[in-house]
C-alpha cells in the first residue's frame, strides 16, 4: 500500500518507509506501511522494542482502520503482545528463511572455439549473494531438453560462481537452462529460463599463435628449398665427423682392412635408425670407389632388407655392381648382448680399420666403444640417445651429436630439398630462441602481454 492508498484508508502515509531498502520495505505488510511506520520499521526489524503494539491499539480507534487491523491481530498483536510481557529479550528476525533474490541476465550459448558437445552458461550474481541480505549460499543449475519433463539437476555450485560449462551434450539439440540462488534450504523466486544449443566450429581462435607459427615455418621452408634449387650457395658449418669419413674410408683401403658399419638396435621406425642408412649409403659409394671391403651386421631382420638395398644400390651409383656381395650385409641376432658379443668378436678377429657406430644405441655402447678402441681403430659415432653420448664422446675420434645425426644426410648429399629444410629449420630455431629470450624478459618487467600472444588455449 503506497502513500495514496494509506491516505484514502484514513492513514497518514508513512515517511519511515523511505530510509529503508526497496527489498527490507517490501516485507512490511501494507497495513503496517500506513500505522505508525517508524516505530513499525523499527519493531519489524528489532521486535525488543513494544512501540508497535501501542501504534496499532492507537490505531484501532478508527473504524476505518477496523477491516485493515483484523488481518494483523495474528501477525502482529499477538507476538508483539507476548514480547511485552515475555521474560528476557525476544529473538531477532531469522533472515535465513527469507527467500534470496534470484540472478539476473542469465545466458547459455555454445563454448566457442571447441569441437561440439557444450553449452556455457553465464548469469549475474545474486544481489543478496555477498551484499545486500548476504545469505547467498550457493547456487543450483537446471535444465529441460526438447523432449521436456521436469527439469534435471546438473551441479550445486558455491556463492560467487557465475559460470557453469555443461558437457556433454548432442550437438544441435536445444536446451533449456534455470539457475537459482539458494540460502540454505531456501530457494529464490522462480526466473526464466534461457535457450542454446551446441555444435562445432570451424575455426579455434584460441590458437591462432599456432597457425601463424606453422605458416611462418613452411614459409621459411619454402624460400630456402627455392634458393637452394636455383643454385645459391647456402652456408652448412662443417661436421667434424663427417669431414672425417672419406679420411676413415680411404685409410681402410690403405691398410686393406674392412669397414664395419653398425646402425644401432632400433626398428625401422626409428628417426635415428632412418639417419644411420642415409650415411650407410655415403660411407657405401666411398667403399665400391675405393675397393674396401664392408661389413654390416644388423640386429633387425627388417633393417637388414633395406641396407641391402641401399649398399647394392650404392655400388651400382659408382660402377661396380660387381663387386656388390650379398654376405656384406647379414643378421646376426635381435638379442641386446648376444648381437654385441658378436660384433666385438669380428673387431676382435678381422681388425677393422674404421668402426662406425651410428643410430640409437643402449647399454652396448660402451661395450662395443671400449673393444673398437682397443683394437686402434679409427672410430666415428653419432647417436640421439643422450644416456650413451659420454661414453662415445671418451672412446671414439669423432661423435655426430643429436641433430648433426639427423643433418647428416642434407650435409653428405647435397640436395636442394634437404639443405632448404636444414637451413630453414635452424632459422625456425634461432627465432624460438630470440622470442624466448625476449619473453623472458619482458615477464620479469611485468609486461605479461607479450606471454599473452602464444597461450594456446
Known amino acids: 500500500m503506497d502513500g495514496r492508498l494509506c491516505r484514502a484508508a484514513g492513514f497518514p502515509a508513512g515517511p519511515g518507509l523511505a530510509a529503508l531498502s526497496p527489498r527490507v520495505a ?80 542469465i545466458r547459455a550459448s555454445d563454448t566457442p572455439n571447441d569441437g561440439g558437445g557444450a553449452i556455457t552458461l553465464r548469469w549475474d550474481l545474486s544481489p543478496d549473494d ?32 557465475d559460470t557453469y560449462v555443461d558437457s556433454p551434450v548432442e550437438d544441435g539439440t536445444p536446451y533449456t537452462y534455470f539457475v537459482t540462488a539458494m540460502a540454505g534450504d531456501v530457494a529464490s523466486r522462480g526466473a526464466g529460463g534461457t535457450s542454446a544449443l551446441a555444435g562445432p566450429q570451424w575455426f579455434n581462435f ?68 632412418l639417419a644411420a642408412i642415409n650415411i650407410l649409403g655415403r660411407v657405401a659409394r666411398r667403399a665400391a670407389e675405393y675397393g674396401s671391403k ?42 641386446q648382448f648376444g648381437y654385441t658379443a658378436a660384433v666385438d668378436g669380428i673387431m676382435v678377429r678381422d681388425r677393422p680399420a674404421t668402426n662406425f657406430f651410428m643410430g640409437y644405441f643402449y647399454a652396448e655402447s660402451l ?46 648429399s647435397r640436395e636442394p630439398l634437404l639443405l632448404g629444410s636444414l637451413k630453414g629449420q635452424d632459422w625456425a630455431k634461432l627465432i624460438l630462441v630470440v622470442l624466448a629470450i625476449t619473453g623472458a624478459v619482458l615477464s620479469v618487467a611485468r609486461f605479461d602481454w607479450f606471454r599473452g600472444l602464444f597461450a594456446a588455449r
Request: glycine share 8%.
Open 206 to 273: 584460441g590458437r591462432t599463435s599456432v597457425l601463424v607459427s606453422i605458416v611462418g615455418f613452411a614459409a621459411l621452408l619454402i624460400w630456402f628449398i627455392s634458393r637452394a634449387r636455383r643454385g645459391t650457395e647456402l652456408f652448412i658449418r662443417k661436421i667434424a665427423g663427417l669431414e672425417a669419413v672419406d679420411e676413415a674410408v680411404g685409410r681402410a683401403t690403405e691398410l686393406g682392412k674392412p669397414i664395419l658399419y653398425v646402425s644401432g638396435l632400433n626398428p625401422m621406425d626409428d628417426v635415428a635408425t
Open 130 to 161: 555477498g551484499a545486500g541480505l548476504g545469505t547467498v549460499t550457493g547456487y543450483v543449475i537446471s535444465r529441460v531438453d526438447t523432449s521436456g519433463g521436469e527439469p534435471m539437476l546438473l551441479a550445486a555450485l558455491g556463492p560467487g560462481v
Open 26 to 105: 517490501s516485507r512490511i505488510p501494507p497495513a503496517l506501511r500506513c500505522i505508525a511506520p517508524e516505530a513499525a520499521v523499527r519493531d519489524m526489524v528489532n521486535p525488543r522494542r513494544p512501540a508497535l503494539l501501542a501504534a496499532v491499539l492507537r490505531a484501532a480507534g478508527s473504524a476505518r482502520s477496523l477491516v485493515l487491523l483484523i488481518p494483523l491481530v495474528g501477525v502482529l498483536l499477538i507476538p508483539h503482545a507476548r514480547a511485552e510481557v515475555a521474560v528476557g529479550p525476544a529473538t531477532p528476525l531469522d533472515l535465513s528463511a527469507v527467500s534470496p533474490a534470484p540472478p539476473a541476465n
Open 294 to 335: 664392408l661389413v654390416v651386421p644388423c640386429y633387425d631382420p627388417m633393417v637388414m632388407a633395406v641396407e641391402q638395398e641401399v649398399v647394392k644400390e650404392a655400388f651400382l651409383e659408382v660402377g661396380r655392381p660387381d663387386a656388390y656381395r650379398e654376405e656384406m650385409v647379414f643378421y646376426v641376432t635381435n638379442s
Open 367 to 412: 661395450i662395443l666403444a671400449e673393444t673398437g678402441a682397443s683394437t686402434g681403430a679409427i672410430q666415428i659415432a653419432g647417436t640421439d640417445a643422450v644416456a650413451q653420448l659420454p661414453f662415445f664422446i671418451t672412446a671414439c675420434d669423432y661423435t655426430l651429436i643429436g641433430e648433426e645425426l639427423y643433418a647428416a644426410s642434407a650435409y653428405l
